[in-house]
């Protein structure tokens, strides 16, 4: 395969290659590479990876968020059955 400078650009025909993305394998121009952890990405590839990111941090948000409501449910439960045994001493 040639080196990436003397072909051209996957999105910008017109361009020189400056980079190729590791992840899909397409010559990209200085414009439409991007480096991320040491390693050349095109722009379209670094989307998907930061739409998995993100749905990944949304998942993790979500057990957070059951996780508190399942502890207030608990620890509302208790106190009312602490209540309850408190009144029915009383009476």
Avoid: Y
């Avoid at 003397?6 to 980079?19: E, I, K, L, N």
């Avoid at 200085?30 to 749905?55: F, I, K, Y």
């Avoid at 207030?72 to 009383?90: I, Y």
């Amino acid at each position: 395969m040639a080196s990436p400078v003397f072909q051209s650009c996957a999105h910008h025909p017109d361009r020189r290659g400056f980079a190729l993305c590791m992840s899909c394998r397409k010559v990209v121009c200085q414009e439409c590479a991007t480096t991320w952890d040491g390693v050349n990405h095109c722009r379209t590839c670094l989307e998907s990876r930061g739409a998995a990111v993100l749905s990944r941090k949304r998942v993790r948000t979500w057990v957070g968020c059951a996780i508190f409501c399942v502890a207030a449910f608990a620890m509302t439960a208790r106190g009312l059955a602490w209540s309850a045994a408190m009144l029915a001493r009383l009476w």
